[in-house]
Every structure is written in C-alpha cells, then in structure tokens.
C-alpha cells in the first residue's frame, strides 16, 4: 500500500477524531458499527456520516454492510494516527522516499526539524507473502483470538525493546528514537545490505564479526532467529550493523539450538556461496558450547521460550502493556480538546488474554464474526489511562449507565387499562346509583 502523505495535510480534526473513534470501536468489533462511532465521536450536529465519506475517499477506511453498515481501519489509516502522534510528540517533522519494503514491513526516511535524517520502520503483519505469521512468529503468545493491526503493534513495540537494551549493551544495532502503534522510529545506518555487496577487502575479519555477534547474542540469552545477509548492513568501512528483532527468542525456547544453528549455517553459507571462504568446520560455534548467562537480556525482555516462573515475567509484561491502554468497553465520547496525551492513551489496539471475560477483538475474516457485549458491569472498571482525564472518565461513565439502562429495558412502570378505575364494591359509583334509581321507579 502506498503511503500518500499529501492527504494528510488536508485531514481536519474532526477527520482524526473520527478515525480514533474508530480504532477505539475496532477493540471489540471486527467491524465497527456507524451507531457506535458517531457515540464515540460526540461530533455536533451529526457530522460522523460527512466525516466517515471523507475517509473512505481517501481510502483509510473500509466500509462492510455484508452483516451491518459498519467501517474498520485499513493500514493507511493506522499509518496516518502513528504519524499524526509522533509529528505532534516532535520526533520528526516530514516524510521522504521509501527505501525498503520486505515481506513484514515498509521503510521510509523521516527528517526532523534540524534536518536529521531518520529511517522509520512501518510493520505490516497480514501479508499475502507473509500469512503465517501466527506460527512463525510468537507476538500472540497464549492468545487465540488476532488483529492484523494488533499483531502490528506487538511487533513494532518488541522491536524498539530489543533494540533499546542491545544498543544499551554495546551491539551493532540503529539508535531506538520513539515507537507509536506499529511504527518504529530508529536511525539511519549508513551502508548497504550485505546481499547487495559483491566484494569486499577483508571478507575473512567481517565473517568472524558477525559469527562473533551470533555468539554475543546467545551468551546474553537471545537468537536472532532471522541472522542472514538480508538483515545485516555493512558500510564502506566494513563495520556491520544487525537489524530486524521482532523474531528474537530466548536461550530457553524449545527450539533454541535450532534456531541458533540455521543461523550460523546461513552466514556461513553465503560467504562460502559469495566470497569462496572456507571455514574450518571443526570450530563452528554449537549451541551446547555457548554458557547460559546468569543475568541475560530475555529475562528482562520478555523474550519468549520460558516455562513456568519464567512466565510469569511474560504475563506481567503483557498486563503492564494491557493496563496501558483504555478499556476495551469503554464507548463514551472523546474529550473535545485533542491532544497528544489523550492520542497516546488511544494509542493502539489489543486483544485480552483467553482467560479474561472481557470482550476480545476479532480478526477480520477469521472466527467470532458477531461483535460481542459485555456480559457483567463489574468488569467496567476505568484504567490509568481513563483517570489521566476526568471529564473523560464522566462521559463513559454515563455512557455506561444509560446503555446498561436500554439493555435493562429501563424500569417497569404499571400498565393500567381502561378498566382499573372499575367499581370494587367498597365504592358506589355513580352508575351503579342510576341503575338502583331506575329499578325503584319500575
């Protein structure tokens, strides 16, 4: 998808607000209903229809009546509410060319206000070339239930944190800058990608640095899982910088030594394929050899391969993202003065975990198509992110009571018929004196 950026300049307001309300709704719909958008909007005057035309001319909506007359987010869309927030943080201020596109991800260059050059890294997870994600890849960890858009998100946010801490532990790796929804801003490596060099002067010192960092990684309990000439850029001075983390995996994970040996095979095959260097086999690098750290970086990182209490790590680091974000219940009005705090509380969609009763978004074109309502209003409880804003907080509230009130069917008043104020005995009526009158006369 082509990422048109002249759109964005022409998008008012209201057209965002539109387009987070709805992100917001896509948290528990696969496709969100116009009802429930135009209550999350709060527009006046009923401008959601006008509003939500806009969009679906610009493509950053899809709109489905197959079920319902609803709309979801496409990518586009997603793109431009990742974009809108990081301009408004500062973190960058315009957009060039595209300089890479993979079968997982587009890359364009960013400059900031002093002309800094950045890359910034778009995930997109539910590819044709790239459908099997859920088994190659382990964003979903115990869930079941998926978002393309979500999965993008978990993705670009496992990225920044790998690359954070490997920068923070001396590795070769782009400087970590900011990460919103499923875009990653890094630096810009200057070099090209190791499939793209056909000579170099010292082939035999650039083959022990990069074995040397698959060593590094797994002495600090990580795999790259994805260590090939595709993901590692070298420059003019042959120094190399490794890229691409959303796949890492810990030491502990089941196929660890799997994984760490086609590493060490892909690299020592492309430079046997491209620069005729033969390697004594005999001192190949072998999982067994390398010694478990006692403080490693996938202990810290949630890095996936633990059991048991290594899990519990994973579960917090998942409730901690969960708690981030606003209740998936929630759908009141948003506050009228926008901002780049109350964006960031919207910052991008999530699922719940199996074992929750809390409403658990749907995958386009998979299970569950019926959207789902909530089954107890105990769950309602407001999150950190609900507090930051009272008025906020008001609304949904209200919201609430008056939804749980339609579905209550309101309170039962007393039907009286025409014949409740009928004569019980105690009463003469006055019909009943007419009649005894006309009996006495006869």
Known sequence: MKLDVDVLRYLSKD?????????????????????????????KHGGTYKVLKNLLKHKLVHHDSSKYDGFRLTYLGYDFLAIKTLVNRGVFASIGRQ??????????????EDGTILAMKLHRLGRVSFRAVKAKRDYLQHRSSYNWLYLSRLAA????????????????????????????IMGLVQGYSLVQVKEIQNPDIVFETIIGLVVRLAEVGLIHCDFNEFNIMIDDDEKVTMIDFPQMVSVNHRNAEMYFDRDVECIYKFFRRRFNLDEDENERPTFASMIKPVDSLDKQLAASGFTKKDN????????????????????????NDENDANVSNLDSLHLEDEEDNEDTPIEPGTEDPEPKEDEEDDEDSPTEADTEDPELLKRLNKQRRHAIKAAQGGSKKAVFSRNSYKDKGHKKSQSSKVLKKQMADW
């Open 15 to 43: 057209d965002f607000r539109v387009l987070t309300s709805v992100e917001m709704g896509m948290r528990n719909h696969e496709i969100v209903p116009v009802e429930l958008i135009g209550r999350i909007a709060c527009l």
């Open 157 to 184: 946010l496992k990225e920044f944190a790998f690359m954070k801490a490997l920068e923070e532990n001396g590795f070769p790796v782009p400087n970590a800058v900011d990460c919103n929804r499923h875009c990653v």
């Open 99 to 112: 300089i890479g596109v993979g079968k997982e991800s587009d890359i364009y260059e960013v400059a900031t």
């Open 312 to 335: 519990e790590a994973i579960e917090k680091f998942i409730e901690g993202e969960m708690n981030e974000e606003i209740d998936s219940d929630d759908e009141g009005c948003l506050p």
